[in-house]
């Protein structure tokens, strides 16, 4: 600003180049700002501007294979068979099975054949211990044979290698038709 400007009070109250002046009212108290604010608030910008995008990639999905997903085929209400003997088992058959199951493998057993049944379904079968003891894969394993009958379906005579997962409770490995071998040792 010149001398002779001020006094008068024309011209511009700015003469600095590239500054942004307001046009002042009388008597106004203007802050001086030097760019410091405008800075923090473009960080505080910034600083939600990548909280939002990050936080909102955790709704995207998107497919994993480069050329979209295969379509599956829609199945609902499936759980699977409950058991590895029969698929018509249902979760007590199965609980009175594995009951027999142990009782007929425990290695300090009297080896005799064990048998089970329920009266609600109508299922039962037999097992009994088709070796001695053995140990595989670091487990106490046994063949077995069963012998299981249905309600509503012919009666099935398998043979089966089972291992001892706990104290009680024993899994079965595989099985086959009696008669064929269910696996090596």
Not at 10 to 25: F, I, M, W
Not at 33 to 46: E, K, P, S, Y
Not at 159 to 178: K, L, V
Request: charged letters at 25%; a neutral charge.
């Amino acid at each position: 600003m010149t001398r002779e400007s001020a006094r008068t009070g024309s011209g511009s109250p700015c003469t600095l180049l590239y500054r942004a002046c307001h046009a002042q009212n009388e008597g106004a108290i203007m802050p001086h700002h030097d760019g410091r604010l405008a800075l923090v608030l473009m960080r505080r910008i910034a600083l939600a501007a990548t909280l939002g995008l990050s936080l909102s990639a955790c709704s995207i999905s998107m497919p994993l294979s480069p050329f979209g997903a295969a379509q599956e085929p829609l199945t609902t209400g499936s759980i699977g068979p409950v058991s590895p003997l029969a698929d018509v088992h249902d979760h007590e058959d199965w609980r009175r099975a594995r009951a027999a199951l142990a009782v007929a493998l425990d290695p300090q057993g009297s080896g005799t054949r064990v048998t089970w049944d329920n009266p609600d379904t109508g299922n039962g079968g037999a097992f009994e211990s088709a070796s001695k003891a053995y140990v595989q894969d670091d487990r106490v394993c046994r063949d077995f044979a069963a012998d299981l009958s249905f309600a509503e379906k012919n009666p099935r005579v398998v043979s089966g290698i089972a291992c001892r997962m706990s104290e009680s409770d024993w899994r079965i490995d595989r099985t086959a038709p009696r008669g064929e071998r269910a696996g090596a040792r």
